[in-house]
């Protein structure tokens, strides 16, 4: 683990905002899922948090911020944003609507704000960990940080 020296554009946008943050670096190609993210970082899995972006029936898009060993349930996501159906937008899809690639997807700075969810154990913690826009980067802060930059909500959207 090590910190960074190259400044990706949410750390500047954190760094704009005088929002306190550490990040991180490691190779891209030695964590590969978020679970490996957490090892490489000696970290709990369940502090560091990937960003899923979903398409609901109606067309809208939705952001849910989960720990990294689990997975999102639809049916409870759905729920959380009161819509009856949602699915995992599509790779290839990703970098249009949000500026970041598969891997590098961060909440903090989309092209375009949407409605973000976080999962309800990240109030319980002292910081999470989230990408920083870029494979290989991760930037630490705690979720009043995060609110200072993005509103979010919070609810239970793992699968049992």
Same mark, same amino acid.
């Given at each position: 683990?090590?910190?960074?020296?190259?400044?990706?554009?949410?750390?500047?946008?954190?760094?704009?905002?005088?929002?306190?943050?550490?990040?991180? $670096?490691?190779?891209?190609?030695?964590?590969?899922?978020? &679970?490996?993210? @957490?090892?490489?970082? +000696? !970290?709990?899995?369940?502090?560091?948090?990937? #960003?899923?972006? $979903?398409?609901?029936?109606?067309? !809208?898009?939705? &952001?849910? &911020?989960?720990?990294?060993?689990?997975?999102? *349930?639809?049916?409870?996501?759905?729920? @959380?944003?009161?819509?009856?159906?949602i699915e995992?937008?599509?790779?290839? *899809?990703?970098?249009? /609507? #949000?500026?970041? =690639?598969?891997?590098?997807?961060?909440?903090?700075?989309?092209?375009?704000?949407?409605? #973000?969810?976080? +999962?309800?154990?990240? /109030?319980?913690?002292?910081?999470?960990?989230?990408? @920083?826009?870029?494979r290989g980067? !991760?930037?630490?802060?705690? #979720? *009043?940080?995060?609110?200072?930059? =993005?509103?979010?909500? $919070?609810?239970?959207? =793992?699968?049992?």
């Open positions: 683990m090590s910190k960074a020296n190259e400044k990706t554009n949410v750390c500047r946008l954190l760094s704009a905002k005088k929002v306190s943050f550490n990040e991180y $670096t490691y190779p891209p190609e030695e964590a590969l899922s978020g &679970v490996e993210v @957490a090892e490489y970082l +000696h !970290q709990d899995p369940a502090r560091v948090f990937k #960003t899923l972006v $979903t398409v609901a029936k109606s067309g !809208q898009h939705y &952001v849910f &911020v989960i720990p990294a060993a689990e997975e999102l *349930d639809l049916k409870k996501a759905a729920a @959380a944003v009161g819509e009856k159906s995992m937008l599509k790779s290839k *899809d990703l970098l249009g /609507l #949000t500026g970041y =690639i598969h891997g590098g997807c961060s909440p903090i700075g989309m092209k375009k704000f949407f409605r #973000t969810t976080l +999962h309800e154990s990240a /109030l319980d913690l002292p910081s999470v960990f989230v990408s @920083a826009g870029k980067y !991760q930037v630490e802060l705690t #979720t *009043d940080a995060l609110a200072k930059m =993005i509103p979010f909500g $919070t609810a239970d959207l =793992i699968r049992s």
